[in-house]
């Protein structure tokens, strides 16, 4: 089993892999954020508005799904959390059994 804390970091680079491709679909979309002018119109129009870009945001999820190496991207994100996870449970059932962590953990307050 791998070291808890590489374990999160792979986890957070498949989430941030993720994340980039789907705000690239998203950007793909062409509208672009509301100006000034655009905000100070009627609620209706500020309603429509948030519509629409909730419309764009779910296309571009469903985009992202049916897109093979985003579903690769997602499976592996999921596959590192549950590494980690892994990890860190087995980490703290050794902790219990009293084998100790690795090595010591960072003090909340520094001492004095």
């Known amino acids: 089993m791998s070291d808890p804390k590489q374990a999160w970091n792979e986890v957070?680079?498949?989430?941030?892999?993720?994340?980039?491709?789907?705000a690239d679909n998203y950007r793909a979309?062409?509208?672009?954020?509301?100006?000034?002018?655009?905000?100070?119109?009627?609620v209706e129009?500020?309603?429509?508005e948030i519509g629409n870009q909730l419309g764009r945001a779910l296309e571009a999820l469903d985009e992202?799904?049916?897109?093979n190496e985003a579903?690769?991207?997602?499976k592996g994100a999921f596959?590192?959390?549950g590494s980690a996870i892994s990890s860190s449970v087995?980490?703290?059932?050794?902790?219990i059994r009293g084998g100790g962590p690795k090595q010591e953990p960072p003090r909340p307050d520094p001492e004095s």
Do not use: C, Y
Not at 90 to 95: I, M, Q
């Open 12 to 22: 957070g680079e498949r989430f941030t892999s993720l994340g980039k491709r789907l």
């Open 29 to 42: 979309g062409g509208i672009q954020a509301p100006s000034m002018k655009e905000t100070q119109r009627s």
């Open 45 to 48: 129009e500020v309603v429509k």
């Open 64 to 67: 992202t799904v049916r897109d």
């Open 71 to 74: 579903r690769k991207d997602l």
């Open 79 to 81: 596959d590192a959390l």
């Open 90 to 95: 087995d980490e703290a059932a050794g902790a």
